[in-house]
């Protein structure tokens, strides 16, 4: 009896370690990232990589997806990601796989390191290591992070020690694995580093591979000016430059996307590494705090309540909001004084609950105050922080530079979900939607661009950018991140209005050669990998 037991045990056995591949996806139009035609084809997995392509015949797998009327591709790169805490919160990043998205790639203006709670990049990578992350992670250093640590929350000129000092971060999170260095200079401490600061900056990051990411100062009046620094930064540091969500966020200048990109094209042909990326909605999000002056913010949130109730302050404070300061990006103006072009997002203060999604001209009425008396009012009650999607830039300058070949796509969303401590408040749809809308309305109904340029613009643009180059192709070798979706029906559910629903049409989604989305469902597979920058040291 027990020689019969063994012998079906091996058998079994063998016939399990028969199988070709762990996973095998059949007939699928396969779009390989590269913006190539497509073709139909099959897809083989074993041991997180891809192994083959193309017919595989009689070939058999642990599991075998049937992709008939389906499209396989790489899985989406998103270049712009705040889910730098939300990860920390859920690591399944529902609303980001439930698109197609494999890898984010985060650290805009402020990084998780160095902070207190993660000194260093290592420290951070052993959080998410802990919890688990359905998707790939990878992050630049901010040079807002580094330069508050420094120089503290205050405008003026770094010292020489400071800017060492900053130096040996940079260096510290370039060999953590960092993928460059970022910024939010429209934003605190932003505004306040220099030019030949951020030059200082860059060349550190360049020194190790890798790149200058930049949300530049003005997206409005001066865009233009704001362009040419980043283009600037990028010559004298002699390092790539991706110019984070290209927009010309003030209807002033609405119409001159095409001259904007003419500049870009100019420092391209002479010999500047700069390239771009979009997403595909014309409304931004920010904070209802971005309207106040940076004088008025420095020193932080307490310094800031002190400016807003001093009335001898309050004649300055409006002047300034009314007509803006130079080289600041004034939200106010850029969506023309409209109150009505603000949502806010949510607010901290369960007084403020009901307004939560409202537009602010219907929370000024309800309030009924002077809107900027309103306004001070909300930032003094709500912690000094109300998140605000800004209605501020047009969709035919959206669709130019989604056009241009060497703007690719980042969503600037996050991961969250429909239910849960990341379901509340109003965000922008774009944390559920900017992948499906892309290939919905924008390839599918509207045929602004074809399929295989969209895909390649998600995923081997966006690798390529950060010296990644084990991902974003269908390519024996490459890390087997897969999505694969319905080109009849993939599409954006989020509205402004009711932005917390998934977007439908991904079927499956594989990351690291294991199944994430599974017909339509999260499987609670967390096969997430960091994506470490070329500087990394062991």
Same mark, same amino acid.
């Given at each position: ?84 805490? /939300?990860?920390?919160?859920?690591? $399944?990043?529902?609303? %980001? *796989?439930?698109? !197609?998205?494999?890898?984010?790639? &985060? #650290? ?50 770094? /010292?020489?020690?400071?800017?060492? $000092?900053?130096?040996? %971060? *940079?260096?510290? !999170?370039?060999?953590?694995?960092? &993928? #460059? ?358």
């Amino acid at each position: 009896m027990k020689s019969k037991l063994a012998l079906v045990l091996i058998v079994t056995a063998g016939c399990l370690s028969a199988q070709d591949y762990d996973i095998l996806i059949r007939n699928g139009k396969i779009v390989d990232g590269t913006g190539d035609p497509s073709f139909h084809g099959d897809l083989a997995i074993r041991g997180g990589k891809i192994v083959a392509l193309g017919k595989l015949p009689h070939k058999t797998a642990t599991r075998t997806i049937d992709a008939a009327g389906l499209v396989i591709a790489p899985g989406f790169i998103d270049m712009h990601n705040h889910s730098d805490d /939300t990860v920390l919160v859920d690591g $399944d990043a529902m609303s %980001m *796989i439930t698109q !197609g998205v494999t890898s984010m790639i &985060l #650290g805009e203006g402020n990084s998780q390191a160095p902070t207190k709670r993660f000194p260093r990049f290592r420290d951070y990578w052993a959080a998410l290591a802990k919890g688990g992350v359905s998707t790939n992670i990878g992050s630049y250093i901010a040079s807002g992070s580094v330069f508050e640590s420094a120089h503290g929350m205050k405008s003026g000129p770094a /010292t020489p020690a400071e800017m060492e $000092d900053m130096r040996r %971060m *940079i260096r510290e !999170g370039m060999e953590d694995g960092a &993928l #460059g260095v970022s910024t939010c200079l429209m934003c605190l401490p932003g505004f306040w580093i220099s030019t030949d600061e951020l030059v200082e900056m860059a060349k550190v990051a360049g020194e190790y591979g890798g790149i200058y990411s930049s949300h530049t100062r003005d997206e409005g009046p001066t865009v233009f000016k704001a362009i040419s620094e980043a283009i600037e930064i990028g010559r004298r540091a002699n390092v790539p430059v991706d110019l984070l969500h290209l927009k010309i966020a003030y209807e002033g200048l609405w119409g001159q996307m095409p001259e904007l990109i003419g500049v870009i094209q100019n420092a391209r042909n002479q010999g500047v590494d700069v390239q771009a990326h979009v997403y595909p909605y014309t409304a931004g999000q920010n904070n209802l705090r971005s309207i106040i002056p940076p004088w008025a913010q420095e020193g932080g949130t307490e310094e800031m309540f002190k400016r807003l109730r001093n009335i001898s302050l309050r004649d300055r404070l409006v002047r300034d909001i009314e007509n803006g300061i130079d080289g600041w990006y004034d939200h106010y103006t850029a969506v023309g004084k409209d109150w009505s072009r603000m949502q806010p997002v949510s607010f901290s203060n369960a007084a403020y609950k009901k307004y939560d999604g409202k537009r602010m001209d219907v929370i000024i009425a309800d309030m009924k105050k002077p809107p900027l008396e309103a306004l001070f009012l909300i930032l003094l009650d709500n912690n000094g922080s109300v998140p605000t999607v800004y209605f501020h830039h047009s969709e035919n300058d959206m669709r130019f530079a989604m056009q241009t070949p060497w703007v690719s796509f980042g969503s600037d969303g996050m991961a969250l979900r429909t239910d849960g401590p990341l379901s509340q408040g109003f965000p922008h749809p774009r944390s559920y939607g900017t992948y499906p809308r892309i290939l919905g309305r924008y390839v599918r109904e509207e045929k602004v661009i074809t399929l295989e340029e969209a895909v390649r613009k998600a995923t081997s643009h966006n690798a390529a950018k950060v010296r990644i180059f084990d991902r974003g192709l269908l390519r024996p070798g490459m890390w087997a991140d897969v999505t694969v979706f319905n080109p009849d029906t993939i599409i954006d559910k989020a509205t402004y209005d009711n932005p917390h629903q998934y977007s439908v049409g991904v079927e499956y989604v594989i990351v690291n050669g294991k199944l994430v989305i599974d017909g339509g469902k999260h499987t609670g597979a967390r096969p997430g990998k960091v994506l470490y920058g070329p500087g990394l040291r062991d």
